[in-house]
Nanobody, 123 residues
Framework: QVQLVESGGGLVQAGGSLRLSCARS????????MGWFRQAPGKEREFVAA????????YLADSVKGRFTISRANAYNTVYLQMNSLKPEDTAVYYC????????????????WGQGTQVTVSS
């Protein structure tokens, strides 16, 4: 059974930083493109960032460009989301996701999901 487990969420003041981690079990991690999504209260889930299987290609939503970075360490079966200059509007549950079909598929509809981790940014 494939599992994705997120960690690193929490409460931070505006302007602060957090690093989210997503660890996997049950699959060959390097065969999956990975990504992050978020869902704020009362809003639909939205794409945040994605990275190709070996990290050569990344995509970031316009709302987080220049502030967030996605990276991965296949040797540790982990993908990261470094979040800097956080804003109250970044408050959401952040989900890790992946798909073996590649980065475009991750952006449009990944096949596997984690349970999410809460990020709260206070003003």
């Amino acid at each position: 059974q494939v599992q994705l487990v997120e960690s690193g969420g929490g409460l931070v003041q505006a302007g602060g930083s957090l690093r989210l981690s997503c660890a996997r079990s049950g699959l060959t991690f390097s065969s999956y493109a990975m990504g992050w999504f978020r869902q704020a209260p009362g809003k639909e889930r939205e794409f945040v960032a994605a990275i190709s299987q070996y990290g050569g290609t990344t995509y970031l939503a316009d709302s987080v460009k220049g502030r967030f970075t996605i990276s991965r360490a296949n040797a540790y079966n982990t993908v990261y989301l470094q979040m800097n200059s956080l804003k109250p509007e970044d408050t959401a549950v952040y989900y890790c996701a992946g798909d073996p079909a590649g980065i475009s598929k991750v952006r449009s509809g990944p096949s596997i999901w984690g349970q999410g981790t809460q990020v709260t940014v206070s003003s």
